[in-house]
C-alpha cells in the first residue's frame, strides 16, 4: 500500500516543463529527500503533488484529505498568539492537541507570544509545528530547515522521524542533511525536461519503493 505514488509525471510552471518522467511511491513510513540545483523545479513538484497545480502529464496518485504541505511562507495569523496559531490550524484539522506539538519545537515558553513578535527562526519553528496538529500522513515539505538553527534542525528531524514512526510519510525538498538515514534520495537532476536526457536517467529507482 502506497500513501503517495506518481506515475510519468511531467510538471511545469510558467508554461514551461521542468520535470518529467517521474515514477515513485511513497509507504507508510518512507521519506524521499528531493534534490536538484535552483529552479530545476522541486517546488514546481511539490506543489503539484499538494494539488495546488496540474501535472502537465502522468498522474499523483493519493488521496488529496491526507496531504500537508509546508511551503515557502509560515501561513502564520500575526495577530494570534503562537498557541492560538496552533490552537487554529488544530481545529481546522480535527482537534488534535497543541501541547506536543509545542513541545515537539521547543515553542511551550513562546507559546503566548503574538506571531508577529517572533524571530524568523521561531515563525518556522511554529510553522513546522503546524504540521503535527494537522494529523495528516503525508508530509510536503519545502526547504522546511529555512532560518532553523543546528538545535532546531534536530528538533525537526526528530519530529519527522515520529511522524514516519507512526506510519507517516514524507517529500522533503532541502539541500541540507537532515540526518535521517532511513530517507532516500532523489536527485531530480536526470528528469529534467530536456530531448534526449531520458536515457540518464537511473534505471531502478522506483524499486527502491516497490
Ligand atoms: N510564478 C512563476 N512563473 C513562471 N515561472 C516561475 C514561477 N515561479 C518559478 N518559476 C520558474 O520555474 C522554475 C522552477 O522553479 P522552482 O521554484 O520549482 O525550482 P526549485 O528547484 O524549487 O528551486 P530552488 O532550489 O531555487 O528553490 C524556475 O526556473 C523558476 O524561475
Not at 513510513?29 to 529552479?39: K, M, S, Y
Amino acid at each position: 500500500m502506497s500513501l503517495l505514488a506518481v506515475r510519468d509525471l511531467a510538471v511545469a510552471r510558467g508554461g514551461l516543463r521542468l520535470v518529467e518522467a517521474l515514477d515513485f511511491a511513497l509507504a507508510p513510513g518512507q521519506a524521499l529527500v528531493l534534490r536538484g540545483p535552483n529552479g530545476l523545479g522541486k517546488t514546481t513538484l511539490l506543489r503539484t503533488l499538494a494539488g495546488l497545480q496540474r501535472p502537465v502529464a502522468g498522474e499523483v496518485i493519493c488521496d488529496p484529505d491526507t496531504l500537508a504541505y509546508a511551503g515557502h511562507a509560515d501561513g502564520l495569523k500575526p495577530a494570534l498568539s503562537v498557541a492560538e496559531n496552533l490552537g487554529f490550524w488544530s481545529a481546522v484539522f480535527g482537534g488534535a492537541p497543541v501541547g506536543p506539538a509545542l513541545a515537539a519545537m521547543n515553542l511551550t515558553e513562546l507559546a503566548a507570544r503574538p506571531a508577529h513578535m517572533l524571530s524568523a527562526g521561531q515563525k518556522r519553528r511554529l510553522g513546522l509545528a503546524r504540521l503535527a496538529v494537522t494529523g495528516r500522513a503525508v508530509w510536503l515539505l519545502d526547504e522546511p530547515t529555512v532560518s532553523l538553527d543546528a538545535a532546531s534542525v534536530g528538533l525537526f528531524a526528530a519530529m519527522l522521524r515520529g511522524h514516519l514512526g507512526q506510519g507517516g510519510a514524507a517529500v522533503i525538498a532541502t539541500h541540507i542533511d537532515l540526518g535521517l538515514p532511513e530517507a532516500r534520495l532523489l536527485d531530480l537532476t536526470p528528469y529534467r525536461a530536456m530531448p534526449g536526457r531520458q536515457a540518464d536517467r537511473p534505471a531502478g529507482f522506483n524499486e527502491a519503493f516497490a
